[in-house]
């Protein structure tokens, strides 16, 4: 499924939730006919978080079916909050430990910050399940921002690299198509809110850009 939102009049949506295809842990205090939305296009299990007191649950947190990494400010109440949805938890003592902005993760690999420390990489192996690249899209360390993958697919910045692209299609073993998001927005991450189930994009975002990403994820 597919639909355009935009939270509390943000069309920024990415960095307020992250989703795999089983739960959505989003921000707190949006409105029920939103959440039911969401629930509804992702096909999944909404559960209300913060983290820090902060509400950009999107940039702070990644997933995938087995496991979460999180930022090393969050609380006890929200580390046990996503052990409930039976995910192990890995909380990232690291200088880049804003999570969701610098790792893009599915159930086949991850893709992280270069300059995220060996250790951190390994935790993350164990957590995710899966092997753990560091690298750039389109030149950019956040790569968290600079794309969005689920099980299906991958949409990214328009100006990545061939070398960056064939590392992509082999780490998350998806097809990499390349768009915009919320008019002509390059960082993916920050408009769209996606699982292998359904999407959802700032009320923003054009004709032509739904297009692309609906074919990017696999929805067409």
Do not use: W
């Not at 702070?60 to 938890?89: P, Y």
């Not at 998001?181 to 004709?207: D, F, Q």
């Amino acid at each position: 499924m597919f639909e355009q939102l935009d939270f509390d009049r943000n069309p920024h949506i990415g960095i307020f939730g992250k989703a795999n295809d089983d739960v959505i842990f989003l921000r707190k205090n949006l409105l029920k006919s939103v959440k039911k939305r969401v629930a509804k296009t992702l096909n999944a299990k909404i559960v209300e978080i913060s983290i820090s007191t902060s509400s950009i649950i999107g940039s702070l947190l990644a997933l995938n079916s087995h496991g979460a990494v999180i930022t090393s400010e969050t609380d006890e109440e929200t580390i046990e909050q996503i052990k409930n949805e039976g995910l192990s938890v890995f909380v990232m003592q690291d200088k880049h430990n804003a999570a969701g902005n610098n790792i893009l993760v599915n159930d086949k690999g991850a893709l992280v910050h270069p300059e995220i420390r060996r250790y951190n990489i390994k935790q993350m192996e164990k957590v995710f399940g899966v092997p753990v690249k560091t690298g750039t899209i389109a030149g950019l360390k956040t790569v968290g921002m600079a794309a969005a993958v689920t099980n299906k697919g991958l949409l990214c910045h328009p100006k990545i690299e061939e070398k960056e692209r064939e590392l992509l299609e082999s780490l998350f073993d998806v097809d990499v198509m390349v768009g915009t998001v919320n008019h002509g927005v390059p960082l993916i991450g920050s408009g769209l809110l996606a699982n292998s189930h359904g999407a959802i994009v700032g009320t923003l975002t054009t004709g032509i850009e739904m297009g692309r990403i609906e074919e990017a994820l696999g929805f067409l």
